[in-house]
């Protein structure tokens, strides 16, 4: 049985790289994202503030549409362009809980993180985002760790 909370947190600023692709090329995709940011991160001689993330600014479709990034100083934002893009995390609430696992089982995990946020009496926002622990890269993509957040919506 999957375990949640309810965590507050302060607005994170990020880097990231568009990817759009279908479950079967997901975790190659990722890791490609992730490899593009990191050589413009080094090139620019920006710092990852934590651990690499996957955004998923809205619900999946045909195509899982992804932003692979990393958090960094807010003053980094300013550094994007082509294909690197500035975001951030939303400040707020999220409901969290820790995950092993493929990007194929997150429809169901994030069934249950709503089902246990609206039981607490939450309003669910369409973002969602997951730290890495563990990157594709050499490990089967069922066996990967995340820690997952689904963003609260704030009412009143």
């Known amino acids: ?19 759009a692709t279908d479950y079967d090329n997901l975790g190659r995709e990722v890791a490609k994202g992730f490899a593009d940011l990191t050589k413009f991160m080094d090139d620019n001689r920006i710092h990852p503030r934590g651990l690499p993330l996957t955004v998923l600014p809205d619900r999946p479709t045909e195509l899982f549409r992804i932003q692979v990034g990393c958090i960094v100083a807010k003053d980094d934002l300013a550094q994007a362009r082509g294909d690197i893009h500035a975001g951030a995390l939303p400040a707020g609430r999220s409901v969290h809980c820790s995950f092993r696992g493929h990007y194929s089982d997150f429809p ?11 039981r607490q009496g939450h309003m669910m926002a ?23 957040h689904y963003a609260l919506r704030e009412v009143g």
Do not use: N
């Open 1 to 19: 049985m999957q375990e949640f909370s309810v965590l507050s947190a302060d607005e994170r600023p990020y880097l990231y790289v568009k990817v």
């Open 108 to 118: 169901g995990l994030y069934a249950a993180m709503v089902e246990y946020g609206h």
């Open 126 to 148: 369409r973002t969602t985002w997951q730290y890495l622990y563990k990157l594709p890269e050499g490990r089967p993509l069922e066996q990967i760790d995340y820690e997952c």
